[in-house]
């Protein structure tokens, strides 16, 4: 239930782009974005990274256009974990994480 939920929610939003908008405000913080994306008869894993308003992805690859959706498949995320950044291998960088898709599209929750 909590899959379709979430589902209907990113269709009634671009919720990438929007993250992106507030990454962009708050350039000192990194969103890894986890999820899958639904091919024919499986899940692929997905994974998104948001820093300083740009998207980028570490399994696949994503579309760079204004104009078009981040990601051209079906997909649900399934967790959203919060960074200082920049990441370093001597520090622990993690700020919070939270399942619910639209947590983070409150700006407050990025600091």
Not at 45 to 71: C, N, R, W
């Amino acid at each position: 239930m909590e899959e379709t939920l979430a589902s209907l929610k990113m269709a009634e939003i671009d919720l990438i782009n929007i993250l992106e908008k507030i990454s962009s405000r708050i350039p000192n913080r990194i969103l890894k974005i986890d999820g899958y994306l639904l091919k024919e008869d499986h899940k692929e894993q997905l994974e998104i990274i948001i820093f300083k308003g740009f998207s980028s992805s570490t399994t696949h690859p994503i579309a760079i256009d204004l104009e078009k959706k981040v990601i051209g498949f079906s997909y649900t995320l399934t967790n959203f974990k919060l960074y200082k950044a920049p990441l370093t291998e001597s520090k622990d960088n993690f700020i919070k994480e939270n399942k619910d898709p639209v947590f983070f599209l409150n700006q407050k929750n990025w600091v």
